[in-house]
């Protein structure tokens, strides 16, 4: 535990004195009343609980990739990635603290895209099932975490980690449905989406916001859960065969 709260004290303190890593919040109210403005051009007020929740799931989505993706990749050039690996904790610990960190921070986006909304078009929202978004945000954020370590091992395994980083946006983004809900997508491409957390997450999130009672919230959590759960363990097999391979081969700094 005190590895884990080191890596996260560690990552917030290289955030603060780099906001412009966090571009995603200086964008996201123009993402914000971008999605607004059409909906409410077309007469269509009752989706703003769908303008409001898009721009902050994008926020979270893409400091997964470009921040908390790159946390191994960054050591690696500065030069620091053996150490890193020598140091007595677990390594996992620190990852794990470090993008831990990265996701609570990008929770701020929720709060950032709701004042947008209420600033300049008057809209407030009231979550109708509070239970149900406080936990859906958990499972929302945990998997989250457990899709960036499996990047980060990802990205240390290319050269090129930016083309992942901007092919995997609006795919993702479109297959998790953060806009408009999958159930409208057409049917062949509904299965596929259904194996990205994100596309549980932001239903959840929409019904727990609009809808007092929220069918099967728990089934569809733990779905969340059990995605998350998947992607973490094959993030960790993949970590601990990479460093192993590295150390035998005397190669950290170039794996």
Known sequence: ???????????????????????????????????????????????????????????????????????????????????FIAAPG???????????????????????????????????ISIAAPGVFVVSMFTAASATTATAILMSVVFIRTRSPRIFQNSLSYPFYLLGGVLAPVALYPVWIQPLSSLVFLSWSADLLRDAASHAIVPNWELRNLIVLALGVITFLVGRIMLHATLLKARREGKVGVV
């Open 1 to 83: 535990m005190r590895v884990f709260l080191a890596g996260a004290v560690l990552q917030s303190r290289m955030l603060l004195r780099r906001p412009f890593d966090m571009i995603i919040f200086f964008t996201l109210p123009l993402q914000t009343a971008g999605f607004l403005s059409i909906f409410r051009y077309a007469g269509r007020s009752d989706l703003d609980v769908y303008a409001l929740m898009a721009p902050a799931l994008i926020a979270l989505w893409q400091m997964a990739l470009s921040i908390s993706g790159e946390i191994i990749v960054t050591e690696r050039n500065n030069q620091s990635l053996e150490s």
């Open 90 to 124: 677990s390594i996992a610990a620190l990852l794990i603290g470090r993008i831990s960190a990265v996701t609570l921070i990008s929770m701020f986006g929720f709060i950032e895209s709701v004042f947008t909304g209420w600033l300049f078009f008057d809209v407030t």
